[in-house]
């Protein structure tokens, strides 16, 4: 088990970043490794989050050190994505098979939680977003049929998106915890418009189903005082409360977006008007 510690940052701290300091604070590149486990835990509203490949052999949640638990749900929530091939969650003896882009909802309290893959040559891997929360409520497998479906954007505007909302008010409940995936339709290349901020609120970025040759150029920082990141497939990035966020990619993609804080409000958001960044 490998879990990485991530410090909060100031905006006046991001300002006076150079690249390789801004990628060491938010852009973890390396949370999937084939039959292991790895996190991140962040200062940032306490999120922890994990990458799990399982192949031929299931692979256990590990309970890190950071969270100081009998076992890392027992005060945490959890929303999980399969961004590959078919595999299967095992939460305290029930099984819920994944295939890719399927998700799950973990509930406060869920002690013992597994993963297998259905096939070790094409291994299931599953992003693990947990946050500390004060309430309980039921696992909920989540397939295509129990999420919100909503088309955004247009060709014109070069950021025609589906998003889809996994656990989300109405729908999926959860304490803390918004969870969904936005896949950027071939043609265009901007998600997230208009930009936006959340005050209340961490939001974490994860892309993925990206061709090797392609690049994500993600924006944030403040409004008038931007900086980007250019990520790869399966990378992670941290985006802060204050923090604008939005990208454009060089071919097509998709990317988790997963938030925690005050509240679960998928809609609780402050927009930016573009013309205002600089």
């Known amino acids: 088990m490998t879990v990485r ?34 996190g991140t835990y962040l200062h940032n509203d306490r999120i922890l ?13 590990p309970t890190p050190d950071e969270v100081r638990a009998e076992f890392v749900l027992q005060r945490r929530e959890a929303g999980i994505l399969n961004i590959g091939g078919p595999g299967a969650v095992s939460a305290d003896g029930v099984a819920y098979p ?22 070790p040559e094409n291994p299931a891997a599953f992003y693990v977003f947990t946050a500390v929360v004060h309430q309980t409520y039921p696992n909920t497998r989540i397939t295509k049929d129990e999420m919100n479906i909503v088309e955004l954007g247009s060709p014109e505007t070069a950021n025609s998106r589906t998003l889809n909302q996994c ?8 304490a803390s915890i918004a969870f969904g995936f936005t896949t950027v339709h ?18 974490c970025y994860l892309y993925f189903d990206m061709d090797p040759g ?9 409004v008038d005082e931007s900086r980007h990141l250019v990520v790869a497939d399966r990378d992670f990035v941290v985006s802060p409360s204050w923090s604008m966020h939005f990208g454009a990619g060089t071919g097509p993609y998709s990317f988790v977006w997963a938030t925690a804080g005050e509240n679960a409000a998928y809609d609780d958001m402050d927009h930016v008007n573009v013309v205002d960044i600089k």
């Open 214 to 222: 392609d690049r994500v150029f993600h924006v944030m920082g403040e």
């Open 98 to 119: 994944l295939a890719h882009t399927e998700a799950l909802y973990l509930g406060r309290g869920t002690r013992d939680v597994s993963f297998t893959s259905d096939d």
């Open 5 to 38: 510690t991530r410090y909060a940052h100031s905006p006046e701290a991001v300002a006076a970043m150079d690249t390789a300091q801004l990628r060491s604070a938010f852009l973890e590149g390396d949370l999937f490794r084939p039959g292991e486990a790895r």
């Open 49 to 61: 989050a994990f990458g799990v490949v399982p192949l031929a052999d299931a692979v256990v949640l």
């Open 167 to 174: 656990i989300i008010e109405g729908r999926t409940a959860s």
């Open 186 to 203: 071939r043609g265009s290349t901007w998600n997230t418009m208009p930009p936006h901020t959340h005050d209340r609120r961490t939001e």
